[in-house]
């Protein structure tokens, strides 16, 4: 892939956390709701993913 791929696909997932983050306060999440339904987000992903 070389070196600017790498670069790319670093900023692509930067932006994307940094857009998820904002969605995230903007629907009224928390940081503790965050921290405490991680779990949950997780398995709901594996599910999405099975």
């Known amino acids: ?3 600017a791929g790498v670069v790319a ?5 930067l932006l994307a ?5 904002v969605l995230w306060r903007q629907l009224g999440g928390s ?10 987000m997780i398995e709901a992903v594996d599910r999405l993913l099975a």
Do not use: N, T
Request: glycine share 4%; net charge positive; no cysteine.
């Open 1 to 3: 892939m070389g070196q």
């Open 31 to 40: 940081y503790w709701d965050f921290l405490f339904s991680r779990k949950a």
């Open 17 to 21: 956390a940094v857009r998820s983050a």
């Open 9 to 13: 696909e670093i900023r692509a997932l």
